[in-house]
């Protein structure tokens, strides 16, 4: 016969450790949060920021590079657009002629890679914009690219030439008009390329309108002051002093302010 365990010599049980569900074994308690430096909220450091800007710079240098291989390819065909307004021109030192043809092709090559430019740009602060922001952005940048080849292309194809005439206006038989190539090309560039930044007024406008900045009844008042305004501005970007040449840079200026007024209050109603 077996003998019977005494009652408090029982055999003793532990049942086997469960794990709470809900946490991993190495997750902080439940309704604590983890450290700041553990949180993911898409941001960057400051190096991290200075590498990708250093790698958008190095690709807009590349582009402008490579442009300006396009450029010098290309250069007896933009030589010959440049110079026909003025005719013949003429260099006064030996190393003239070259420096003005490296300067011309690495202008060439600005424009030529500008769009790659302005994605650069774009792609850098796409990361911090919205949703809604990005939206805008992706149909302001590809206007301002359009809006400042559209400057250029007025300048150079009306404006420029009329100036130039102007010019030669003043030669005789015994003043005779000989213009050096590389300050025939400096006024080229000072003449132009302030159309292209003064063709972005309207979608400065439009842009400050969508803000809630401005709007048609502020635009309207001063109306007057921007037509003073826009004397005083191209008497300031302008490369020479004459009346004519700021006229020329004054009214473009004065009508793309109205074409803004006007889609403000029309299109937009505000």
């Not at 260099?91 to 043809?101: I, K, N, R």
């Not at 850098?124 to 080849?149: D, H, Y």
């Not at 501005?233 to 074409?259: C, G, K, R, S």
Request: hydrophobic share 55%; net charge negative; glycine share 6%.
């Amino acid at each position: 016969m077996t003998e019977a365990k005494p009652e408090n010599e029982q055999a003793s049980y532990d049942p086997p450790f469960v794990e709470p569900a809900g946490n991993p074994p190495d997750a902080p308690p439940a309704g604590t949060e983890p450290p700041e430096d553990e949180i993911d909220d898409g941001s960057m450091s400051l190096i991290a920021h200075l590498t990708e800007l250093r790698s958008r710079l190095i690709k807009c240098l590349v582009a402008v590079a490579l442009g300006s291989c396009v450029g010098y390819y290309f250069l007896d065909e933009i030589m010959h657009y440049l110079t026909a307004p003025a005719g013949k021109l003429y260099y006064m030192q030996p190393s003239e002629a070259f420096f003005t043809y490296l300067k011309v092709s690495i202008a060439a090559g600005f424009l030529v890679a500008l769009p790659v430019i302005f994605y650069q740009v774009w792609m850098f602060f796409l990361p911090a914009l919205t949703r809604r922001e990005r939206m805008v952005l992706g149909l302001i940048v590809p206007a301002s690219v359009l809006l400042f080849f559209g400057g250029l292309a007025f300048s150079f194809f009306l404006v420029f030439p009329a100036a130039v005439q102007f010019f030669l206006g003043f030669g005789n038989t015994e003043l005779e008009a000989l213009f050096s190539v590389d300050k025939y090309f400096d006024f080229v560039i000072w003449f132009v390329l302030p159309f292209g930044f003064v063709f972005e007024l309207p979608l400065i406008m439009i842009i400050l309108a969508k803000l809630g900045i401005v709007g048609s009844k502020f635009l309207g008042k001063y109306q007057r002051i921007v037509v003073f305004l826009a004397f005083v501005i191209a008497a300031v970007i302008t490369p020479t002093p004459d009346v004519f040449t700021q006229t020329m840079i004054a009214v473009p200026m004065i009508l793309l302010y109205e074409v803004g007024y006007l889609i403000v209050r029309y299109i937009m109603r505000k």
